[in-house]
């Protein structure tokens, strides 16, 4: 695999992390006991720390991509394993 492919299938991985882990942890202002800006939704988040989302997205990207990567060395699952077959087909014979 070359290292534009590993670099881009790796930058998937990180974009979905990243919108996965994005509300775990956030607090409305309502739990936090802060005032609302007059305009401010009730429901947007009073602590969001883009950080704590870039390193939790890094750590579960960094997992995801090293199983991806060892199946594609490994080949544990594959194209063979996927069954293509049509429910309604499979069920009639």
Do not use: C
Not at 14 to 34: I, K, N
Not at 43 to 58: H, W, Y
Not at 64 to 90: E, K, Q, S, T
């Amino acid at each position: 695999m070359k290292l534009t492919s590993i670099l881009a299938i790796y930058v998937l991985f990180w974009v979905l992390s990243a919108l996965l882990s994005l509300p775990f942890g956030v607090r409305t202002p309502d739990e936090t006991g802060e005032e609302l800006v007059p305009g401010q939704v009730e429901s947007a988040p009073s602590n969001f720390n883009p950080k704590r989302v870039a390193l939790r997205a890094t750590i579960l990207s960094l997992i995801l991509f090293g199983l991806y990567y060892a199946n594609y060395v490994n080949g544990w699952i594959g194209v063979d394993a996927i069954d293509f077959v049509p429910w309604d087909r499979a069920a009639k014979g």
